[in-house]
Antibody, heavy 113, light 109 residues
Framework: EEQLVESGGNLVQPGGSLRLSCAAS????????MYWVRQAPGKGLEWVAN????????YYADSVKGRFTISRDNARKSLYLQMNSLRAEDTAVYYC??????WGQGTLVTVSS | QAVVTQEPSLTVSPGGTVTLTCGSS?????????SNWFQQKPGQAPRRLIY???NKHSWTPARFSGSLLGGKAALTLSGAQPDDEAEYYC?????????FGGGTRLTVL
């Protein structure tokens, strides 16, 4: 069964850092672009970042550029999102997705003092 | 970054037809935007219905279809059912980054 499982969400203070992970299984991880998408409580979806199969091409939403870094470890079949300088507006459920057609259940990040 | 616009809410009668649209602040939406459409119900992850403008997944009900219409991407639902009541999001590609629309709350009533 194809599956994505996110982890790493937590409560963090403004200005802090957090690293999200996404473990993939049931498919060939190196075949696809991978993405992070977030959803603030009661709000719409926001595209965050993506990374190509080899990890050498990455794009970011303007709202996170310079603060977030997407990466992947193909040997471990894992996707990551390093989040620095966190702000209250980064509070959201963060989803990992494969080419937007397979989604995890999300991990909650709360930025609050 | 581009802004993608959708109708905030629409209502359709059971068995009726409705078209949701998705516009871009940069101009006409074309096939190069590779428009995607997602359905999301409360407490669930999004589920993609349409990709690359008009392509369906095996799980996409036949009553949903995608197209380009009047410079926008469009999702048409023909023969609405109560189970179609949900939030719908479009997603457009901008030469690397993607941008979601704000979502359309569809009510079947």
């Amino acid at each position: 069964e194809e599956q994505l499982v996110e982890s790493g969400g937590n409560l963090v203070q403004p200005g802090g850092s957090l690293r999200l992970s996404c473990a993939a299984s049931g498919f060939t991880f190196t075949d696809d672009w991978m993405y992070w998408v977030r959803q603030a409580p009661g709000k719409g979806l926001e595209w965050v970042a993506n990374i190509n199969q080899g990890g050498d091409e990455k794009y970011y939403a303007d709202s996170v550029k310079g603060r977030f870094t997407i990466s992947r470890d193909n040997a471990r079949k894992s996707l990551y999102l390093q989040m620095n300088s966190l702000r209250a507006e980064d509070t959201a459920v963060y989803y990992c997705t494969r080419e937007h057609n397979l989604w995890g259940q999300g991990t909650l990040v709360t930025v609050s003092s | 970054q581009a802004v993608v616009t959708q109708e905030p809410s629409l209502t359709v009668s059971p068995g009726g037809t409705v078209t949701l649209t998705c516009g871009s602040s940069t101009g006409a939406v074309t096939s190069s935007h590779r428009s995607n459409w997602f359905q999301q119900k409360p407490g669930q992850a999004p589920r993609r219905l349409i990709y690359d403008t008009n392509n369906k997944h095996s799980w996409t009900p036949a009553r949903f279809s995608g197209s380009l219409l009047g410079g926008k991407a469009a999702l048409t639902l023909s023969g609405a059912q109560p189970d179609d009541e949900a939030e719908y999001y479009c997603l457009l590609l901008y030469r690397g980054p993607w941008v979601f629309g704000g979502g359309t709350r569809l009510t079947v009533l």
